[in-house]
């Protein structure tokens, strides 16, 4: 059986960038009464390899340009972000998951990518994702509750 763990990256004190810590922290503790481990990773690679074991199920929350409009959401199979990792365009792709493809090149899970509005020095998020952020919120909270429902393999934590 695998676990499934979220890991929400990105950083606080650059504007959306930190969107993926945010929503991550924000929806903790409703993903943990549904039996889902959480790790605020921030930008800190090796805490988030530290805490992955071989047999987990991944859903990496992150922020993503890909000129969308701000606050939209999207589901990449992580094998395929792993595969195609020049197409998006993250703050942290060379970090995290290049990590993932050298130390767990097969393992399994979901990348959630919010179109971020602007990325800067900045310790808040942007207008646009401020105002969308409880819906951003309750959106990759609903896509993990389906992802989780999709995975027979996955258990809950111990």
Same mark, same amino acid.
């Given at each position: 059986?695998?676990?499934? /763990?979220?890991?929400?990256?990105?950083?606080?004190?650059?504007?959306?960038?930190? #969107?993926?810590?945010?929503?991550?922290?924000?929806?903790?503790?409703?993903?943990? *009464?549904?039996?889902?481990?959480?790790?605020?990773?921030?930008?800190?690679?090796?805490?988030?390899?530290? %805490?992955?074991?071989?047999?987990?199920?991944?859903?990496? #929350?992150?922020?993503?340009?890909?000129?969308?409009?701000?606050?939209?959401?999207?589901?990449?199979?992580?094998?395929?972000?792993?595969?195609?990792?020049?197409?998006?365009?993250?703050?942290?792709?060379?970090?995290? #998951?290049? %990590?993932?493809? /050298?130390?767990?090149?097969?393992?399994?899970?979901?990348?959630?990518?919010?179109?971020?509005? *602007?990325?800067?020095?900045?310790?808040?998020?942007? *207008?646009?994702?401020?105002?969308?952020?409880?819906?951003?919120?309750?959106?990759?909270?609903?896509?993990?509750? *389906?992802?989780?429902?999709?995975?027979?393999?996955?258990?809950?934590?111990?």
């Amino acid at each position: 059986m695998k676990r499934m /763990l979220v890991i929400g990256i990105g950083s606080l004190i650059m504007t959306d960038d930190g #969107i993926g810590t945010r929503v991550a922290g924000a929806i903790q503790g409703r993903l943990r *009464e549904n039996g889902i481990a959480v790790i605020i990773g921030e930008t800190d690679v090796q805490f988030c390899l530290d %805490a992955i074991q071989p047999d987990d199920f991944l859903i990496i #929350i992150d922020s993503m340009m890909q000129g969308k409009k701000p606050g939209d959401i999207e589901i990449v199979p992580l094998q395929d972000a792993l595969k195609s990792r020049g197409k998006f365009y993250f703050q942290h792709d060379v970090s995290l #998951i290049d %990590a993932l493809l /050298l130390n767990f090149p097969y393992i399994e899970g979901f990348l959630i990518g919010i179109e971020a509005s *602007e990325i800067g020095l900045g310790f808040d998020l942007s *207008e646009d994702i401020k105002n969308s952020f409880e819906r951003i919120c309750n959106d990759a909270f609903n896509a993990i509750l *389906e992802i989780k429902g999709g995975c027979k393999n996955c258990t809950t934590p111990t």
